[in-house]
C-alpha cells in the first residue's frame, strides 16, 4: 500500500476508506497507462464550504520524481475551483523538504505553523495556502 511506503503515520484501512466514502471527498487516483490496475499516487482531500483541505497526497516511491504528485495536486486544485473552492490548504511535516518545494512550485505559501503536529515523530507542521478561482478550472498556481 502506497500510504505505508510514503508515510511514517500510515492511516488505518478504515480510515483511508472513510475519506473515499465521505460526501464532500475530492480525491484522484494515478494509475498505470498500461495497467489501469496499477495505483502510482493519490491525492486525497475534502471540499468544505468554500475551502479545499488536502489530508494525503502520496506517489509510490518507485515513480516518484515523475511528475505525477505534480498533476494530481493541480488537477484535484482545478476541479475543486470548478466546483467553487476559493482556497486550498494542507500540512507538510517541517522536515519535508520534497514535499515543501512541490507545494511552493505549486503556488502555495506558508500560513502558518502548528507546533507538534505530528504525533509520530513530534514534528511541526508548516500550514500551507493556495488560493483558487472559485467556478474556473483555473488556480494561482
Given at each position: 500500500m502506497i500510504d505505508r511506503l510514503c508515510f511514517i503515520d500510515p492511516w488505518l484501512t478504515r480510515s483511508l476508506i472513510q475519506e473515499l466514502d465521505a460526501p464532500c471527498a475530492l480525491n484522484?487516483?494515478?494509475?498505470?497507462p498500461d495497467?489501469?490496475?496499477r495505483v502510482l499516487g493519490f491525492c486525497l482531500g475534502r471540499v468544505i464550504a468554500d475551502e479545499y483541505t488536502i489530508?494525503?497526497?502520496a506517489v509510490h516511491p518507485d515513480v516518484q520524481r515523475r511528475g505525477i504528485a505534480d498533476r494530481l495536486l493541480r488537477s484535484c486544485m482545478k476541479h475543486a475551483a470548478?466546483?467553487?473552492?476559493?482556497?486550498c490548504f494542507i500540512e507538510v511535516r517541517a522536515g519535508n523538504a520534497a514535499a515543501l518545494g512541490l507545494y511552493e512550485t505549486c503556488g502555495f505559501n506558508t500560513a502558518g505553523m502548528?507546533?507538534?503536529y505530528y504525533r509520530v515523530g513530534n514534528e511541526d507542521a508548516v500550514l500551507?495556502?493556495?488560493a483558487l478561482v472559485p467556478g474556473t478550472s483555473h488556480c494561482t498556481c
Open positions: 484522484h487516483v494515478a494509475v498505470c495497467d489501469t490496475s489530508h494525503r497526497l470548478r466546483i467553487g473552492a476559493m482556497n502548528r507546533g507538534a500551507m495556502l493556495c
